[in-house]
């Protein structure tokens, strides 16, 4: 039968109630047949006795070794309770030990009182001379040994032998043409319930449809074919910027989004919403997508080849090389401290005038080329000063090449040597990144956002374009970037690498995992080293220390403190995502609206649950977040009237009311779910 029309099959057992030394035995077929998708449910019967057949065996009973009381006996048909869908653990473990504990898999059943009780064994055996439940019981023991040691495959093995017996199997209409057929089974009832004449219908077309990241008709079209349950291939313009191209070509117009049907032009979401109320939409789909999808249709996007950019190399690499080829570079000791890996700025100089100009004489001309070139590279991330003091000077001072920084082999986004192609505009970094994470979102996060499906993510185009882009960000010029832009930036980068560092080492569940998620994943952005914890409270909160720290991110003179804002702002806090459960939902942001999306953030963040008001007791639960970053929200009472601003109209006049009459307010904070936003 084909897997698409496979009917859908539930089993109810008609069981004969237990006694109490009766147990249950509870099987999960792993066998893709037949029987793969039954349903057995149990019915409440007044237990009968039945005299045994003829041609059946009856049961007996068998001791176990090490002085147990327990009986087991050969399950009869109509004495065995069975439930399936429970998943069997363990399964053969209390087989292959010696132990006299009970086995909880296999069914103990009253003996029959004409049969002989079982003695024990005269003396307690050893461990290692006890005998297994398959030797003491050789019968349970063969057969369980016989189909693979599962309870699955006997399971699979009880029922074929009903079907094989025609006394035992009743099939009351085998066409498969009715709505129910019922296979009859001592003590099972089985039922199946065939698909409907729509589930039947098999549309082998594809469902295209071009879209752009942070739109929401596009949302609502993804949402609708989700709902339908329907398959589809989205390409996103955002990530795919060439196809917008194709995009212009087929439709004759850049909107978004455009559905295709196969290779034909459904239209855009007006035209869904039509059809579909017109009732028109699932005789168009039989229509079109009754067929295989020809090759004119807009094609799939390719993994690795698809739309990605042509890198320009730097100017400068071609002298960069080489200078990496002809600098002494050594291990230096320099006030009091090693330097590893380093070059004097004199010897740069030689080099590069060498390198220009070789087997011409030397002159201030030419010196000062040669300067200029090193100042370059310095400017460019080529090179830094191996105490941070300078971009370049000519004169007793020492370099090293960016990959030869102690930090950069803990950064998740190098690659064995650094990006030298010519830098990206760091405000096209920016957007793109922004651009490529909200369509990672929109594919692959619930609709609240709270969740993400991480390993669909680590499988996606969206995220590989992610990671190639991220290497861009190894030598970009973030000074450039506008009070806004560099806002936005740093608090998409901080969730960005959120999600990245979530995929590659795994949340966080201790306090050594903690400090591996938030303070040693890395990234190089701009020649230097930066992790959450530099992100959030070196930049964002202009190095204030983190909760339960004595120490700030940054030294005095760290040329990163040149990026943090003017004035903290407490919003960042409800725009950070950390990748947990309580934190708030994850989002990027633009620059052209961020305080006002971080406002919406906010909003969001208390209107879901982060305060609660109880008006009888006097009591404000705050979220823990204010807690811990106190000192960016000012003091308790000041709080209360900051967070006003952000509450729905509900809980702002609760608030307002207790904060009006004159009382004491008990503030308590909530707790905090540290477990993956999966």
């Given at each position: 039968m084909d897997s698409e029309q496979q009917p859908k099959v539930e089993v109810e057992e008609q069981n004969i109630k237990p006694s109490k030394s009766e147990e249950t035995v509870s099987v999960v077929s792993d066998d893709p047949g037949e029987f793969s998708d039954v349903e057995m449910e149990q019915s409440e019967e007044k237990e009968v006795k039945k005299p045994p057949q003829q041609g059946k065996e009856n049961s007996v009973s068998n001791s176990i070794p090490n002085g147990s009381h327990e009986k087991v006996n050969k399950t009869h048909e109509s004495n065995v309770k069975v439930e399936v869908n429970n998943v069997v653990q363990n399964q053969t473990n209390n087989v292959s030990n010696g132990h006299s504990t009970t086995n909880h898999y296999i069914p103990a059943i009253k003996a029959q009182n004409?049969?002989?009780?079982?003695?024990?064994?005269?003396?307690?055996?050893?461990?290692?001379?006890?005998?297994?439940?398959?030797?003491?019981?050789?019968?349970?023991?063969?057969?369980?040994?016989?189909?693979?040691?599962?309870?699955?495959?006997?399971?699979?093995?009880?029922?074929?032998?009903?079907?094989?017996?025609?006394g035992d199997f009743v099939v009351k209409n085998d066409s498969l043409n009715f709505e129910v057929t019922e296979f009859k089974i001592p003590g099972v009832k089985v039922i199946v319930k065939l698909k409907n004449e729509d589930e039947i219908t098999?549309?082998?077309?594809?469902?295209?449809?071009?879209?752009?990241?942070?739109?929401?008709?596009?949302?609502?079209?993804?949402?609708?074919?989700?709902?339908?349950?329907?398959?589809?291939?989205?390409?996103?313009?955002?990530?795919?910027?060439?196809r917008a191209k194709e995009l212009v070509e087929l439709t004759g117009s850049s909107e978004v989004p455009q559905i295709f049907f196969n290779e034909k032009l459904l239209g855009?979401?007006?035209?869904?919403?039509?059809?579909?109320?017109?009732?028109?939409?699932?005789?168009?789909?039989?229509?079109?997508?009754?067929?295989?999808?020809?090759?004119?249709?807009?094609?799939?996007?390719?993994?690795?080849?698809?739309?990605?950019?042509?890198?320009?190399?730097?100017?400068?690499?071609?002298?960069v090389k080489a200078m990496r080829q002809c600098l002494p570079i050594e291990d230096r000791f320099i006030k009091m401290k090693i330097a590893k890996n380093c070059f004097a700025g004199d010897d740069l100089v030689e080099a590069i005038i060498h390198h220009l100009d070789c087997g011409r004489k030397k002159g201030d001309k030419k010196a000062n080329k040669g300067i200029a070139t090193a100042k370059l590279m310095a400017q460019k991330h080529f090179i830094h000063h191996v105490?941070?003091?300078?971009?370049?000077?000519?004169?007793?001072?020492?370099?090293?090449?960016?990959?030869?920084?102690?930090?950069?082999?803990?950064?998740?986004?190098?690659?064995?040597?650094?990006?030298?192609?010519?830098?990206?505009?760091a405000s096209f970094v920016a957007d793109r990144l922004m651009r490529l994470m909200t369509a990672i979102l929109e594919a692959y996060a619930s609709e609240d956002r709270l969740h993400l499906n991480y390993y669909a993510i680590s499988k996606s185009e969206e995220f590989r374009r992610y990671l190639n882009l991220s290497r861009d960000l190894q030598r970009i010029n973030l000074q450039l970037l506008t009070p806004d832009e560099r806002l936005a930036f740093?608090?998409?980068?901080?969730?960005?690498?959120?999600?990245?560092?979530?995929?590659?080492?795994?949340?966080?569940?201790?306090?050594?995992?903690?400090?591996?998620?938030?303070?040693?994943?890395?990234?190089?952005?701009?020649?230097?080293?930066?992790?959450?914890?530099?992100?959030?409270?070196?930049?964002?909160?202009?190095?204030?220390?983190?909760?339960?720290?004595?120490?700030?991110?940054?030294?005095?003179?760290?040329?990163?403190?040149?990026?943090?804002?003017?004035?903290?702002?407490?919003?960042?806090?409800?725009?950070?995502?950390?990748?947990?459960?309580?934190a708030p939902a994850v989002r990027f942001f633009t620059p052209q609206g961020v305080e006002a999306e971080l406002r919406t953030a906010t909003r969001e963040y208390f209107q879901r649950g982060g305060i609660e008001i109880n008006l009888d007791k006097r009591t404000v639960h705050l979220t823990r977040i204010i807690k811990w970053f106190s000192v960016d929200f000012g003091e308790e009472k000041e709080v209360l009237k900051w967070?006003?601003?952000?509450?729905?109209?509900?809980?702002q006049g609760l608030l307002t009311h207790l904060l009006d009459d004159g009382g004491s307010v008990n503030i308590v904070y909530q707790n905090y779910d540290w477990s993956g936003n999966f």
């Open positions: 004409h049969l002989p009780r079982p003695e024990p064994p005269p003396q307690r055996m050893e461990r290692s001379q006890s005998l297994s439940i398959a030797e003491s019981m050789p019968s349970i023991g063969k057969y369980i040994r016989d189909r693979s040691s599962t309870f699955s495959a006997a399971l699979v093995k009880r029922l074929s032998s009903f079907r094989e017996d025609a098999q549309l082998i077309g594809r469902v295209t449809f071009f879209t752009k990241s942070n739109c929401r008709d596009s949302t609502a079209v993804r949402k609708f074919l989700r709902e339908k349950g329907m398959r589809y291939v989205e390409i996103n313009v955002d990530v795919f910027p060439k855009g979401l007006v035209t869904l919403n039509s059809l579909r109320n017109s009732g028109e939409l699932d005789k168009r789909m039989k229509e079109m997508l009754s067929t295989k999808c020809p090759d004119n249709a807009p094609a799939i996007p390719v993994y690795g080849f698809d739309d990605e950019e042509n890198e320009q190399e730097d100017e400068l690499v071609g002298v105490f941070g003091e300078n971009d370049f000077e000519l004169g007793k001072h020492y370099y090293r090449f960016l990959e030869h920084e102690p930090f950069i082999l803990g950064c998740f986004n190098f690659r064995n040597s650094t990006n030298d192609a010519e830098p990206k505009s740093f608090l998409n980068l901080h969730n960005a690498m959120v999600i990245h560092a979530a995929i590659s080492i795994g949340h966080p569940e201790g306090i050594l995992d903690k400090r591996a998620f938030f303070s040693d994943f890395q990234y190089v952005v701009g020649g230097h080293p930066y992790s959450l914890n530099t992100i959030e409270n070196g930049i964002l909160r202009i190095n204030r220390k983190s909760p339960y720290s004595l120490l700030r991110p940054f030294s005095n003179g760290d040329r990163r403190l040149e990026l943090a804002p003017t004035r903290l702002n407490p919003l960042i806090h409800f725009g950070l995502c950390n990748g947990t459960r309580s967070v006003l601003n952000y509450l729905d109209a509900t809980k």
